[in-house]
């Protein structure tokens, strides 16, 4: 198993930034890749980023020039720069936890379905 917390959310108004975290536990954090996805409601929870051990990384191509993804594997937490950010980024987002290699997490279209394990959300806000 393994457990992952989301934090690092909140109200903010547009152009602003927020870093958020995911702190995970368990399991041995460098046999997995990490990801961001996001999920407003009725919608399906989309791609967002993701990173694996080594520091390769994948974007939705929305995000690719506002948000970075980073890991810090000395302490089992990935993390999510969002810069930029605009009022269609207002979902809830959620870390989760791969055991899929890059190419087929990016075979699969990077779906949410290629996700181990999930944290239970992180609430971010973008006011106009």
């Known amino acids: 198993q393994v457990q992952l917390v989301e934090s690092g959310g909140g109200l903010v108004q547009v152009g602003a930034s927020l870093r958020l975290s995911c702190a995970a536990s368990g399991r041995t954090f460098t046999n997995y890749g990490m990801g961001w996805f996001r999920q407003t409601p009725g919608k399906e929870r989309e791609f967002v980023a993701a990173?694996?051990?080594?520091?390769?990384?994948q974007y939705q191509d929305s995000v690719r020039s506002r948000f970075t993804i980073s890991r810090d594997n000395a302490k089992n937490t990935v993390y999510l720069q969002m810069n930029t950010l605009k009022p269609e980024d207002t979902a809830v987002y959620y870390c989760?936890?791969?055991?899929?290699?890059?190419?087929?997490?990016?075979?699969?279209?990077?779906?949410?379905?290629?996700?181990?394990?999930w944290g239970k959300g992180t609430l971010v806000t973008v006011s106009s």
């Open positions: 990173i694996w051990y080594n520091g390769m990384t």
């Open positions: 989760g936890a791969t055991s899929e290699s890059p190419t087929s997490f990016s075979r699969s279209r990077s779906s949410a379905s290629n996700m181990d394990y």
